[in-house]
């Protein structure tokens, strides 16, 4: 569920109701894998897209609110060769290992998805492994966000 404007980022698509609902949602079905609100205090909405208002929502639910660090490409893993923002996996690669070297990437949050559509065949989570060796080389610790963000 998209919550805010594409176009006008101000400009809600939900209600408060709307979004607590969904949030809950989200809770209700981590439930099933043993997963409690007081487990996961972190929440990336959908999209990667919010405003002030789901940003203070999220933090009245008792929720942090997250998002990717912007400076490489990881999120773009989502993007199929149909459309006009298509990154293949070697140029997300590349876009993250060109980052750490020129401004490290301490701190920070990449974001790629386990998921993805069918039509992407090029998986960057294949490349998973060799970007965590790489990042291991050269000597970045990987950690989840709630550590990171103690």
Avoid at 91 to 117: A, P
Wanted: charged share 20%; glycine share 4%; proline share 2%.
């Amino acid at each position: 569920m998209l919550y805010c404007d594409w176009y006008q980022r101000d400009s809600l698509l939900v209600t408060k109701e709307a979004f607590s609902s969904d949030l809950q949602h989200s809770y209700t079905a981590m439930s099933s894998f043993g997963i409690t609100q007081k487990d996961a205090l972190f929440f990336l909405p959908p999209y990667e897209w919010y405003n002030d208002s789901i940003s203070i929502w999220t933090s009245q639910s008792g929720v942090q609110l997250i998002n990717f660090t912007s400076g490489t490409l990881s999120n773009a893993d989502y993007t199929t060769p149909d459309m006009k923002n298509y990154r293949s996996s070697d140029t997300i690669y590349q876009s993250i290992t060109k980052y750490e070297q020129s401004h490290g990437l301490n701190g920070f949050i990449l974001l790629l998805h386990i998921g993805t559509d069918a039509k992407r065949t090029d998986k960057m989570y294949h490349r998973l492994g060799e970007l965590v060796d790489y990042l291991k080389q050269k000597q970045y610790r990987l950690v989840r966000v709630d550590e990171l963000l103690k």
